[in-house]
Structures are given as structure tokens and as C-alpha cells.
């Protein structure tokens, strides 16, 4: 099934030869359950990988086969200031005291006016690690920084976002259902 892009869009693309630049990596946000939840000066793990078996046919010296296996997803690392606001820290609490509440989580990256152009759902994350300051008194303009690792259960990104990334490019997109590490497909 194609998605079909407006075709003012693409003529005007076509005709003005616009520059699509790559977005810059420090506009983003955090969303989890629906709620944003402050900002922060770094998101990393957001990655995924096919684990691959080889496998030695007899008689076959050229190569190896390379079967697909399961997908592994690292922790994903937030790291911010801290503030006031200690949402993340008291999740980790009640982790620590048996209660394991997995959330949802998106990773939202924003263009220079602050508008979402690509996302990625994270889901049924959960914190197993916090890391606090590092204090130093000879560096009296360091902020103090927080960091909170979560395990989680895939990263997906929604067809909505890739629908919008191809809109921003004025190209066409071929719209196949993705099937997570579960099974589900795209929501």
C-alpha cells in the first residue's frame, strides 16, 4: 500500500532544490506514560541488534551462514541536571522496594521550532540503576548531574513517524507493518 504525499509538496521540493539537512542531536524530550518529564542533556542506547548464529555447512569453505536470531536492546542511559523535580528518582525507589512498574516511554526529536519529527516508543521500560553527582569542589561551575539506566522491551518507530520523516522530504513511503521482537506490529 503507498502513502500518498501531497503533490504541491513534491513539486515544490522539486523545484526549489530545498537542502535536507540533518537534524541537530540536542533538541529532544522525554515523554513517559504520556507525561513529559523534564528535559535532558543526554538520551544514549537508544539502538537495537539482530543477534546472528553462524553456522558451518560441510564441504561450503567460502563462507559462513549467517542466521538471525533474537533482537537485543542495551539500557537506555538518561542523564540530566538535577532539579527540584524527582520523578525518575522516586520510580527507582519503588523499584528498589518491589514494586516494578514498567512504563512506556517515547524519545522525541524536535526540529528548531521545537516540533516533534521523529520518535521512537520505547516500551515497558523499567529503571535498575541510578547514578547521582560526582562532587568536586574545584569545579565550581560543574552542574550536578543524574543518571537513570532502564531495561525495557523494544523500541518501535511508529509508522506516524516515519510518515512524517518522508513528508519532510517530500518522497513517497511504502508502508509494510513492522513486527517488534513481540510480535506486535506497528501502533
Not at 136 to 151: F, G, P
Request: hydrophobic share 45%; with cysteine.
Amino acid at each position: 500500500m503507498m502513502l500518498g504525499i501531497p503533490a504541491a509538496l513534491t513539486v515544490a521540493r522539486g523545484h526549489l532544490d530545498a537542502r535536507l539537512d540533518p537534524y541537530l542531536g540536542n533538541n529532544f524530550f522525554v515523554e513517559i506514560d504520556g507525561l513529559l518529564v523534564g528535559s535532558f542533556s543526554a538520551v544514549s542506547g537508544l539502538q537495537s541488534e539482530v543477534q546472528v548464529t553462524e553456522y558451518c555447512e560441510g564441504g561450503v569453505n567460502e563462507f559462513r551462514h549467517q542466521l538471525p536470531g533474537s533482537v537485543h536492546y542495551p539500557r537506555l542511559v538518561l542523564t540530566r541536571g538535577i532539579t527540584e523535580i524527582d520523578t525518575l528518582y522516586a520510580w527507582y525507589a519503588r523499584v528498589c522496594e518491589g514494586e516494578f512498574k514498567r512504563r512506556d516511554m517515547t524519545v522525541m526529536m524536535l526540529d528548531r521550532r521545537h516540533v516533534p519529527v521523529v520518535w521512537w516508543n520505547v516500551k515497558a521500560a523499567l529503571p535498575v540503576k541510578w547514578r547521582g553527582p560526582d562532587f568536586d569542589a574545584s569545579r565550581s561551575t560543574q552542574v550536578a548531574v543524574e543518571s537513570l539506566e532502564l531495561v525495557h522491551r523494544g523500541i518501535v518507530k511508529p509508522i506516524l513517524s516515519r510518515a512524517a520523516g518522508a513528508a519532510r522530504a517530500g518522497r513517497e513511503m511504502i508502508v509494510e507493518p513492522v513486527v517488534d521482537s513481540l510480535g506486535n506490529g506497528d501502533q
